[in-house]
Nanobody
Framework: QVQLVESGGGSVQAGGSLRLSCVVS????????MGWLRQAPGKEREGVAS???????TYADSVKGRFTISKDNAKNTLYLQMTDLKPEDTAMYYC?????????????????WGQGTQVTVSS
């Protein structure tokens, strides 16, 4: 059974930083796409960052240069380091695994995802 549990969200001021974590259980870690998605109120879910089984990284244009995705295989944990946060980054952030559909090079429809962690950025 695949489970993904996110943590690390919170409220920060613009320009601040947060690091999100996602602990993954089930025999998929590192074998397939893993990544982060977000959904703001009234908007569709969008892919933010992806890491493939071959280590290839992809980011949405809106976060390039500010967000960094990484993973720790020993801990079965996926991370998203977010810096220079902006109010438009405010959203529920989800960890995803095994991708059904890519859009713009990042996964927008994973087969598995967690409950999400809220990120709120104030101006």
């Amino acid at each position: 059974q695949v489970q993904l549990v996110e943590s690390g969200g919170g409220s920060v001021q613009a320009g601040g930083s947060l690091r999100l974590s996602c602990v993954v259980s089930g025999r998929i870690f590192g074998r397939y796409y893993m990544g982060w998605l977000r959904q703001a109120p009234g908007k569709e879910r969008e892919g933010v960052a992806s890491i493939e089984s071959d280590g290839r990284l992809t980011y949405a244009d809106s976060v390039k240069g500010r967000f960094t995705i990484s993973k720790d295989n020993a801990k079965n944990t996926l991370y998203l380091q977010m810096t220079d946060l902006k109010p438009e980054d405010t959203a529920m952030y989800y960890c995803g695994a095994v991708c059904d559909y890519y859009s713009g090079g990042v996964c927008s429809r994973p087969q598995y995802w967690g409950q999400g962690t809220q990120v709120t950025v104030s101006s």
